[in-house]
């Protein structure tokens, strides 16, 4: 009987977050007028958001989509500012194994 271990699946979820319409977003606003200082007048409005992006071991009958939901409701978004959308759930890149090599 042969003894297989099997490497468990990681998962990425990633996750946009961003200021709600009619909040007051300084930081846009700062990268918007450095932009029209550099000449690009051209430029109507910046908002800024955030991109972030979990990895998470894979478990059978698990609905990820609920769990990222979790976490932004309870840590990672205040819902009083921000918003946010789950962009994707799809398998994590996988990096070779340097076991053995040399």
Not at 25 to 36: E, N, R, T, W
Not at 51 to 58: C, Q, S, V
Request: a negative charge.
């Amino acid at each position: 009987m042969t003894n297989i271990q099997l490497t468990p699946v990681i998962l990425k979820i990633t996750i946009l977050v961003r200021i709600r319409p009619g909040i007051l977003d300084p930081q846009g606003q700062a990268v918007c007028q450095a932009l029209h200082d550099s000449g690009e007048n051209e430029v109507e409005s910046v908002r800024i958001g955030k991109l972030i992006e979990i990895t998470i071991e894979d478990k059978p009958f698990e609905d990820f989509s609920e769990v990222a939901k979790k976490y932004c409701e309870s840590l990672l978004v205040n819902p009083l500012t921000e918003e946010f959308e789950i962009l994707s759930i799809v398998p994590a890149p996988t990096v070779p194994s340097r076991t053995g090599s040399r």
